[in-house]
């Protein structure tokens, strides 16, 4: 079985101060994680993605996540939040399952930039 | 504009109706997936077809529904008496076959059934 956890609903943060998002997994298998943001009318869109390779991943719009095997972690962050982060991130893990990755995605953490 | 495209964006009806979902995906994109997305909470797999097949089923895909992709390129939705539960935004995704795992979502038709 696989799942993830993402232990704020709600994160809020100043423009111009770091984001945090964090993000736990269960996996019986080795995982491929993902962070997908979703903004308001707009379809999920992929930050970025680790599969089995550097455990510190680099995606889109400044943002990172560094994979950490012994706290089953993925916690997404950027240095410097801007307006236009402000969305809903999703961690997501993916399982191969028959001959294609099923997705099973976290309930979601709200992100605010205030000004 | 060559991403996933979803048609209606909303959908009204009322309890007991039936209603149809149709997902134009990537045009190179062999994989197609469904998701449902309830208030507050992440997408949940629905089913997927590779080209034309349906290789698998969720147990949330209860028998009203009904999803198919005849000639392994646009898919549909149907869900049959339609019930308040079923209020929800259905996402729809594609990919290719090549093992990158990456999965493009569409903006999703959002049902409310009244």
């Known amino acids: 079985a696989q799942s993830v956890t993402q232990l704020d609903s709600h994160v809020s943060v100043s423009e111009g101060t770091p984001v945090l998002l964090r993000c736990n997994y269960s996996s019986s298998y080795s995982p491929s994680l993902f962070w997908y943001v979703q903004h308001p009318n707009k379809g999920l869109q992929l930050l970025l993605k680790y599969t089995s390779a550097a455990t510190l991943v680099k995606g889109i719009n400044g943002f990172e996540a560094e994979f950490k095997k012994s706290e089953t972690s993925f916690h997404l962050t950027k240095p410097s939040a801007h307006m236009s982060d402000a969305a809903e991130y999703f961690c997501?893990?993916?399982?191969?399952?028959?001959?294609?990755?099923?997705?099973?995605f976290g309930s979601g953490t709200q992100l605010t930039v205030l000004p | 504009d060559t991403g996933v495209s979803q048609d209606p964006r909303h959908k009204i009806t009322k309890r007991g109706q039936n209603v149809t979902f149709r997902c134009d995906p990537i045009?190179?994109?062999?994989?197609l997936y469904w998701y449902r997305q309830t208030l507050g909470q992440g997408p949940e797999f629905l089913t997927y077809?590779?080209?034309?097949?349906?290789?698998?089923k969720s147990r949330l895909l209860s028998d009203r529904f009904s999803a198919e992709r005849p000639k392994g390129s646009f898919s549909t939705l149907e869900i049959q008496r339609t019930e308040q539960g079923d209020s929800a935004m259905y996402l729809c995704?594609?990919?290719?076959?090549?093992?990158?795992?990456?999965?493009?979502f569409g903006p999703g038709t959002r049902l409310t059934v009244t």
């Open positions: 995704a594609s990919s290719l076959a090549d093992g990158t795992y990456e999965q493009y």
């Open positions: 045009s190179e994109h062999n994989r």
């Open positions: 997501v893990v993916s399982l191969l399952s028959g001959s294609a990755r099923q997705l099973t």
């Open positions: 077809f590779q080209n034309e097949a349906q290789l698998e």
